[in-house]
């Protein structure tokens, strides 16, 4: 059984920064893509970033191009969304995924919560201004 916990999240101060964190259990986590999502209250959960299984190739949402960094640990089974230059709209429940090559392809590409076959419960990132 996969399991993704979220770590790191917490108060900060609009143009602060801020590192969440997400461990994975299972043997293989270097063969999954990774992405991170977030959802504010009232809104639908959106797609922030992904990188692909050996870190190497990476995406971002527009909104957060430029200020997120999403990098990879394979020998700790972890992946890291460091957050710059952080908004107060910015605020949500960060959540990360992994896309498990078993049931289909599995790439940095994947921007659709529905490609993403395991969620971790999420951790708060709440920005003030």
């Known amino acids: 059984q996969v399991q993704l916990v979220e770590s790191g999240g917490g108060l900060v101060q609009a143009g602060g920064s801020l590192r969440v964190s997400c461990v994975v259990s299972?043997?293989?986590?270097?063969?999954?893509?990774m992405g991170w999502f977030r959802q504010a209250p009232g809104k639908e959960r959106e797609f922030v970033g992904a990188?692909?299984?050996?870190?190497?190739?990476?995406s971002y949402a527009d909104s957060v191009k430029g200020r997120f960094t999403i990098s990879r640990d394979n020998k700790k089974n972890t992946v890291y969304l460091q957050m710059n230059s952080l908004k107060p709209e910015d605020t949500a429940v960060y959540y990360c995924?992994?896309?498990?090559?078993?049931?289909?392809?599995?790439?940095?590409?994947?921007?659709?919560?529905?490609?993403?076959?395991?969620w971790g419960q999420g951790t708060q990132v709440t920005v003030s201004s």
């Open positions: 995924a992994a896309d498990d090559p078993w049931f289909g392809p599995a790439t940095a590409q994947a921007m659709g919560d529905i490609e993403y076959d395991y």
């Open positions: 299972g043997r293989t986590f270097s063969s999954y893509a």
């Open positions: 990188v692909s299984w050996s870190g190497g190739s990476t």
